[in-house]
């Protein structure tokens, strides 16, 4: 069944080429579709075009199919186009002219456009309390491991001493930026495309403001046009605010990678968590992270994808903005379980208290000394000098002591600062 069938059948070809895979896709759009033409059955009821028998006919028969969604037991045959058309198909087929009501003052184009929007909406929601979790598993660790020292590098040598706590509490930290930039994707999300039909308006009278506050946005988009603008640009938000969330878990896991190895043996974690090789029977590889790490770079590509097939279209509708979910709802799926693994994972960390103990990182401490010595009146440049001079000769001798006073250092990490900024940009949007 096609909404726009004309009484021909097009070519099996075409039908498969133009299709693709939108079915499977659209089963997880199917909740959203139903949620929309609740509103919008709702709404036609406000302004006189369903009465109020047909009206209770159709919620019944939406709320029927929203808990056979539930079940696992909605299916799109081969034989429907979308979940547009199989939803209206069962409403027909169970109300007769009543069922064929449903689509009055709207197009498969604004369906689409809300059906996107409470589904992103939920699951910005659900991305946003996965993160939060996370942050709050860092910050448990931050507090735990904060007088463990650990390595700080630049350029891959030796720095300066850092610690676990700090190394814990700088990626929660990140997470407040992303979180930023999920609030900023939710603003975008939350308002109402319905109404706008193929991108141009009804000649019906219909009542906008209705749905919008029927299923809970924040506001309308009041403009036809622009609300039929927003589809690939609503998507393109969310995926730049994903793939900052994806360049956080990235980095983090390069970092768990590397630390792990033989040469660092900075963390390791239980045999369980790890993977072993078919011949080198001493293998504990972190698979886990490596993973997290290709598929968020993937994640990170994700807005140049959807950039490269919405870019210099002109306004209205177009074909090629069906390719979007291709890409975004696999990838949604994907960061959310790169979450709840980094989250499982993370739990079950060893950390190495005794790192600094060996002599290879004697050199941490250069600039400790050379601060030292500039508290003590030495100007900071001859202080650079004699401190350079003991390393050239083999004479320096390290005090381990780690004595940082300001607010996020090693000795002043302000965990409850940073709490705060969680709470804060958690609140945004709550």
């Not at 498969?16 to 959203?32: I, M, P, Q, S, W």
């Not at 036609?44 to 929203?66: F, P, R, T, Y």
């Amino acid at each position: 069944m096609k909404l726009w069938d004309k009484g021909f059948s097009t070519d099996k070809k075409i039908d498969l080429f133009t299709v693709g895979n939108d079915r499977e896709l659209d089963l997880v759009l199917a909740k959203y579709d139903v949620i929309g033409s609740l509103a919008h059955a709702k709404m036609l009821h406000k302004i006189g075009l369903l009465s109020a028998d047909e009206m209770k006919l159709v919620e019944k028969e939406l709320v029927s199919i929203i808990s056979l969604i539930q079940q696992g037991d909605f299916i799109i045959e081969e034989s429907f186009e979308d979940v547009h058309s199989k939803v209206e198909y069962m409403l027909t087929e169970k109300l007769g002219d009543t069922g064929k009501k449903i689509h009055t003052a709207r197009s498969r184009n604004d369906q689409v456009l809300v059906d996107v929007h409470l589904y992103l909406r939920d699951e910005i929601k659900e991305i946003r309390g996965l993160i939060t979790g996370f942050f709050d598993l860092l910050m448990e660790l931050s507090e735990s491991y904060k007088n463990n020292l650990l390595p700080g590098y630049t350029h891959f040598q030796v720095a300066m001493p850092s610690s676990f706590g700090m190394w814990f509490s700088a990626y929660a930290e990140s997470l407040i930026d992303d979180i930023y930039m999920l609030n900023a994707a939710y603003r975008v999300v939350d308002q109402n495309p319905l109404g706008s039909a193929a991108g141009y308006g009804s000649s019906f009278p219909i009542d906008r403001d209705f749905t919008t506050k029927e299923m809970g946005f924040c506001e309308l988009k009041v403009n036809s046009v622009a609300a039929q603008m927003s589809r690939g640009k609503t998507e393109r938000n969310v995926a730049f605010a994903m793939s900052s969330i994806a360049g956080t878990l990235s980095k983090f896991a390069m970092d768990i990678c590397l630390y792990m190895s033989q040469n660092f043996g900075f963390v390791s974690f239980p045999d369980e968590l790890t993977t072993g090789s078919s011949i080198m029977p001493h293998k504990k590889n972190p698979d886990v992270f490596e993973l997290i790490r290709g598929k968020c770079n993937k994640i990170q590509a994700l807005p140049f994808e959807l950039t490269l097939i919405i870019n210099n279209l002109p306004s209205g509708y177009h074909r090629d903005l069906q390719l979007l979910k291709e890409g975004l709802i696999p990838s949604i799926q994907a960061l959310k379980s790169c979450l709840e693994m980094f989250t499982f994972s993370l739990s079950n960390i060893q950390v190495n208290k005794h790192i600094v103990d060996q002599k290879i990182y004697d050199y941490l401490f250069t600039v400790e000394e050379v601060n030292k010595l500039v508290q003590d009146g030495v100007p900071f440049r001859d202080a650079y000098k004699i401190v350079g001079g003991k390393v050239g000769d083999g004479s320096f001798m390290p005090n381990k002591d780690v004595v940082h006073t300001h607010i996020g250092s090693v000795g002043n990490l302000s965990l409850d600062r940073i709490k705060a900024k969680m709470k804060k940009a958690n609140a945004h949007n709550s």
